[in-house]
C-alpha cells in the first residue's frame, strides 16, 4: 500500500464518521424543533407570553396616562379652590367680623334680647 491510498482510506473513513454524526445531529435537531416537546413549543409558548404582555403594557401604559391626566384636572381644580380659599380668607382679615362690625340688624337684635329676657 502507498500512502496515497492509505490517505484516501483514512478520508473515507473520516468522512463515514461526520456522515455518522451528521445524521445524528439532524435527529436530536428535529427532535429539538418538536412544537410539542422542543424548544419550537417553549419559543411558541414564550411568544404568545409576550404577545400577551405587550397588551397588557399598552393597556396599564393607557391607563397610567389617563390616570395622569384625571388628577392633572384634578390639582388643577384644587389649585383654583386653594386660591379662592386664599382670597376669601384675605378678605375677611381686611374686614373683621365683630360686634362693632356685624351691622344694624345685629345691633337691634342685641339690644332686644336683654329686655325679653327680663320679661
Known amino acids: ?3 496515497d491510498s492509505i490517505l484516501q482510506i483514512l478520508l473515507l473513513a473520516v468522512s463515514c464518521g461526520l456522515g455518522m454524526f451528521c445524521i445524528l445531529l439532524a435527529r436530536r435537531l428535529h427532535r429539538l424543533n418538536n412544537l ?3 424548544i419550537g413549543g417553549a ?3 414564550m411568544t404568545a407570553e409576550v404577545d400577551r404582555l405587550d397588551r397588557a ?9 389617563a390616570a395622569s391626566e384625571a388628577l ?3 390639582i388643577a381644580q384644587a389649585r383654583g379652590e386653594r386660591e379662592m380659599w386664599d382670597l376669601r380668607q384675605k378678605m375677611d382679615a381686611g374686614f373683621p367680623v365683630g360686634p362693632q362690625n356685624r351691622g344694624p ?8 334680647l336683654p329686655e325679653d329676657a327680663n320679661a
Open 43 to 45: 419559543i411558541a409558548v
Open 1 to 3: 500500500m502507498t500512502m
Open 72 to 74: 392633572a384636572e384634578e
Open 105 to 112: 340688624a345685629s345691633r337691634r337684635l342685641r339690644k332686644r
Open 36 to 38: 410539542e416537546s422542543g
Open 57 to 65: 403594557i399598552r393597556k396599564a401604559r393607557a391607563e397610567a396616562s
